[in-house]
């Protein structure tokens, strides 16, 4: 079952949450997390890269993500990185990679470990 966002707040990002509900979710995540910006030694979920995961009954995958910036030099490769880990995973049946640029990347979306291995902590 998809979760579904609340009505869109008037200039909110239309930003979904996650399907962590959903069996394959996990997996999806662990796919994510093999993709790394080459230029930042952290994976790109512990980033705060990936903002929503949809997965659907038939095991389709949605992923909106963004780039730490609208010039990073990966910028037309990192999504076909994420959709190949994502497709990787058993019983994906196709997957999406939407690049998103609202709400803009900030050091706060990364998590305890990514700010840890930065020297943030």
Known sequence: MTQTSPDPIEGAPLIAPSTVD????????????S???PEIPVNIFDLGLIYTIEINDDNDV???MTLTAPGC???GEMPGWVAE???GVAGVKSTAVELVWDP???MDMMSDEARLELGFM
């Open 62 to 64: 949605h992923v909106i």
């Open 35 to 37: 993709v790394y910006d």
């Open 22 to 33: 959903h069996p394959l979710h996990e997996q999806v995540v662990e796919a994510c997390r």
């Open 104 to 106: 803009p990347w900030g």
């Open 85 to 87: 880990a994502v497709e």
């Open 73 to 75: 030099p990966v910028a």
